[in-house]
Each structure stands twice: as C-alpha cells, then as structure tokens.
C-alpha cells in the first residue's frame, strides 16, 4: 500500500492527560481517511462525514484540505502568521501548526512516514502500571530518535513553524499510483530428460493448431530429379579367363567318306 504519515492530533481544550493525544494515521489524496467536522470530532472512513480533511499530497506534504464549505470559520496558524481554509484550496502543514475553529483548537504533531494505517486512539498512561509506563515512555523516547520529532516538536530535523509562510495551493491532493508489484521470476526446467533430441523451440505453430503434432516444413528444390546410373560391374580378373577350345571336326569313315558295296 502507499505510504501514510504517523500523526498526533493534540487537544489544547482538554484538561484529561489521556485524552490529550490522539494517535492518527494520515492517508494518501484525497480520501476520506482522517475527517474533523464543525463539532471537533475526529472521524476514521466515514464517507457521510462531512468537515476538514487531514490526507497526504503526491510529494508527501500533509494536507488540510475542505471539499466542501467549513460550517464556521477555520484557522491555520503558524508562529503569529495565519489563514483562514477555503473550500478546495488545500494549505501545506507543518509540525507544531495549530488549527482552530469555535468548537477546537488542535496542535499537530508529525512523526513521519509508516506503512500501515490504524484506527485513531488516545496515548494514556494513567491506567498503566510502573513497568508499562516505562515501556511506554522507551516506546516514545525510541519514536522520537527514529522520526527525528516529538509531540513537542524539539527534533533537531523539525521544522520551525514561525521561520516558514503557510502555503495554500489551487489543486486538492492527487494520489500517487501504487507501484506494480515485480513480476514473478520464471523457473528455468531442467531438460536434462531431453538431451540428444532436436531443439524445435523457434517452430511458430498457429493459435488454432495448438495441441497439435508438429510436423517438418515442406522442402521445396528448385532443379528437377536426376536419376543415378546403375553401377557397373567390376572387371573379370585374368585367372579367372579360361581357354576356349577349337571346334569339333565332322568324323570320316574309314574308306575316305564312300560307302561300300
């Protein structure tokens, strides 16, 4: 999820230590997240509230910001400088500004940027025992040294509010797009069952002929047929020649071919 900001919303009215600090989250753009009406009450996603939102900008600046008309007049102060907010003119806060109408008057403290968001609830310690408020306050000693501020503004990193103009812009906060999540790296297979066999990964085969037999491309020539000559028989060896003999004479009577009488 996109980043929030770990908030304190102080109540100058309140006169109860456990219900002097209100623990919020603030959300990115303009969404109903964290919602203060005309009465002072701080309202978490509740879309049929209406009042002044408290939301996170695209470059991480917190943001008050009214999309619609405040019922009374609504103040931001800043070390003797102050603004009263308008409908759909977002004002940059700072930590340690106050805002404050009839029925209010806040103090704002920012403890920087967290991952998650959470339901508002009060810091108390009354109803802790030693131990838990020990825990408690190395809890809060541990928060201050990590986000370099306090409820009481005192970080060394912390903005002085009386050294900076508040700032009023025209557009109302925007919300930045999540990152994509990285795709999924793929396994590689082990072929090692495949060896010796002809590698037909670059054969393109039609979507409509998936699942089917791959058959080798049709081999076209370009010159006709020829047809081989018999082989011709080896050569009689001169042993294996026999001679021929003469022809048979006719056979001649003994009284030279007359016949007697």
């Not at 109408?101 to 403290?109: A, D, E, I, K, M």
């Not at 060896?195 to 006709?224: L, Q």
Request: hydrophobic fraction near 25%; charge should be neutral.
């Amino acid at each position: 999820m996109s980043e929030c900001y770990a908030i304190c919303i102080e109540n100058l009215y309140s006169t109860d230590p456990d219900k002097r600090y209100l623990m919020c989250t603030a959300l990115k753009g303009a969404q109903k997240g964290l919602v203060i009406d005309a009465q002072g009450n701080i309202n978490w996603k509740n879309t049929e509230v209406e009042g002044l939102e408290l939301c996170i900008s695209g470059d991480d600046r917190l943001i008050l910001y009214l999309e619609t008309p405040f019922k009374d007049t609504l103040t931001v102060s800043r070390g003797g400088r102050s603004v009263t907010a308008e409908q759909k003119k977002p004002v940059v806060l700072l930590d340690g500004d106050e805002i404050y109408s009839t029925s209010f008057h806040y103090r704002l403290h920012i403890h920087g940027k967290v991952n998650y968001s959470n339901e508002p609830s009060y810091f108390t310690q009354s109803s802790q025992s030693s131990a838990g408020k020990k825990a408690a306050t190395a809890a809060v000693f541990a928060l201050t040294a990590m986000m370099g501020t306090s409820c009481t503004g005192s970080g060394s990193d912390t903005k002085k509010p009386e050294k900076e103009k508040i700032e009023v812009r025209d557009q109302p906060p925007s919300i930045a797009p999540d990152p994509e999540p990285p795709k999924p790296k793929e396994e590689k297979k082990d072929n090692n069952d495949m060896k010796g066999t002809e590698d037909i990964s670059s054969v393109n085969v039609p979507e409509n002929k998936v699942g089917a037999s791959i058959n080798p491309p049709i081999e076209v020539r370009h010159a006709p047929p020829v047809v081989a000559p018999p082989p011709m028989k080896p050569p009689m060896k001169p042993d294996d020649k026999k001679p021929m003999k003469p022809p048979k004479k006719p056979d001649k009577d003994k009284n030279g071919g007359k016949n007697s009488r």
